[in-house]
């Protein structure tokens, strides 16, 4: 059945969507990585307030042992199989590759202080990655709404044909990614470090390790949070840093999956109308059976692993209610997987959003057939106003442009002919005194209000001043 291959669950997450990038981030190796920067600068920091024993020797052969080689791997591997304990085999690892150092890796520390602070500092920098992305993404949507901020368009309430908009305007309330970026931002920056706080969050070892002096404890926590370039210390915390951290970093990265739903619903669409299309490659398939089908399976797979990310929030308000006291052990597994794929979802929706606004195809002349078919309507009261102008009461002519819209919808609906209201209109010799005005009446860009000048200003006034920040990186893309 199988050759030894792919014999094994792979999430599609790594192994299909994600990008290098953020999968390296979340991976056992950079994990590992981090926890050997952590028991260095604790080292590095103890050694600076005074603690004995810990050599330049010992420091310098923990700095060049911080990547993990395949054997460190399979020594930690064994270890934890051995002790139960992931932390201590990686401890016995480290050890093994620095001997010089052995004797002082984690000295006073508890197993938090790895896992925990190696979370924030990971957690961290997923958000700059997605926020260099999200940036990306706002840039095009903002082009594209600029590009077409005066190209009329039917507006829809109820998915039912209302007033005009143009296809610009309608792309800045895509733009809502605005939100995102200040709601990721914030969670970005109020990420603290959780320090060096012992077992419980007492400081007790580290207290017995200075002998009793509580200004080197504090210096130390200071110490290390500055090693690893964060201006937030959690004053307090139990074993863990709260798990309320959690909860302020997934909740943006939630909230985010239902405006990306929203983007890809509206273009799903369009694309039914015709109207506008996700990028379409030139070998690309869209049905197996249906040769002609140009399906939007951009947008669908954004719609898709939105959903999936829009629930995931559900699972750090869980692990926080029931964090018994100073802690408890059963949020680590449920951790390990919704932190994770939190991050891989949200930078495979961004990629996914990069790509189809780089490339977003519209169509004008299906837009304007589809205006011609209902802008008869919509334009009567333009119509009324006229003949009224001209000395005709309202009220008769009201009743003339009830009778003929109504004789015209009929033909649309049942014999499912075109809109021809207007020709109805031009023959009726009621409406004689305004024949030469109807087909002005009946421009576009006369329904579609104050939309690109609506444009412009959201462009100025809130999408430029947001991705000031992001100049360098915006620079980077081949597509800008």
Not at 132 to 156: M, N, Q, W
Not at 225 to 235: A, D, S, T, V
Not at 338 to 350: H, K, Q, R, Y
Request: hydrophobic share 40%.
């Amino acid at each position: 059945m199988s050759t030894g291959i792919h014999d094994k669950y792979e999430s599609p997450l790594t192994s299909r969507y994600a990008s290098p990038e953020m999968a390296a981030l979340f991976s056992p190796a950079n994990r590992y990585y981090t926890w050997r920067q952590l028991w260095l600068n604790l080292a590095k920091a103890e050694k600076e307030l005074g603690v004995k024993g810990i050599t330049d020797e010992a420091i310098e052969e923990m700095e060049t042992h911080l990547i993990l080689t395949k054997e460190d791997f399979e020594i930690a591997a064994i270890e934890e199989k051995r002790r139960r304990h992931d932390v201590m085999a990686h401890v016995y690892a480290f050890g093994q590759t620095a001997p010089k150092a052995s004797g002082i890796i984690h000295l006073g520390a508890t197993s938090c202080y790895v896992t925990d602070n190696g979370d924030l500092i990971i957690l961290r920098k997923g958000l700059d990655l997605l926020l260099d992305k999200l940036a990306r993404v706002i840039y095009h949507f903002s082009r594209f709404a600029d590009k077409y901020k005066s190209l009329p368009t039917l507006g829809f309430t109820h998915f039912q044909p209302a007033q005009l908009t143009t296809v610009g305007k309608r792309a800045t309330l895509w733009i809502q990614l605005l939100w995102d970026l200040r709601n990721i931002t914030r969670a970005r920056n109020d990420i603290g470090f959780r320090g060096v706080k012992g077992t419980t969050g007492t400081q007790a070892s580290f207290l017995s390790l200075f002998d009793g002096d509580h200004d080197k404890v504090e210096a130390l926590d200071a110490r290390v949070c500055e090693l690893f370039g964060f201006e937030i210390l959690y004053p307090v915390t139990g074993q863990t840093y709260s798990r309320k951290i959690d909860i302020d970093i997934l909740n943006p990265l939630s909230s985010f999956g239902a405006t990306a739903h929203k983007i890809a619903t509206d273009l799903r669409l369009l694309a039914n109308l015709k109207e506008i299309e996700e990028p379409f490659e030139k070998d690309q398939i869209g049905s197996s059976a249906m040769a002609y089908k140009r399906n939007p399976m951009r947008c669908e797979r954004v719609c898709s692993l939105s959903r999936h990310l829009m629930v995931l929030a559900q699972d750090t308000l869980m692990t926080n209610s029931v964090q018994w006291l100073e802690r408890t052990l059963d949020d680590s597994a449920n951790r390990r997987i919704s932190l994770p794929e939190a991050f891989l979802t949200t930078d495979i929706v961004l990629s996914l959003l990069q790509n189809i606004s780089e490339g977003l195809v519209v169509y004008p002349q299906v837009i304007q057939r589809h205006i011609s078919q209902e802008l008869p309507f919509m334009a009567t009261e333009n119509i009324i106003m006229a003949v009224t102008k001209k000395g005709g009461d309202r009220q008769e002519c009201h009743e003339m442009i009830r009778v003929l819209s109504h004789q015209a919808a009929s033909a649309v609906k049942e014999e499912g002919k075109e809109n021809d209201l207007i020709e109805r209109i031009k023959k009726t010799e009621y409406f004689k005194c305004i024949h030469d005005e109807i087909d002005s009446l009946l421009d576009p860009s006369t329904f579609i209000g104050r939309a690109p000048q609506q444009v412009d200003k959201f462009i100025k006034e809130h999408v430029n001043p947001a991705l000031e920040l992001y100049s360098e990186i915006l620079k980077q893309d081949k597509h800008i």
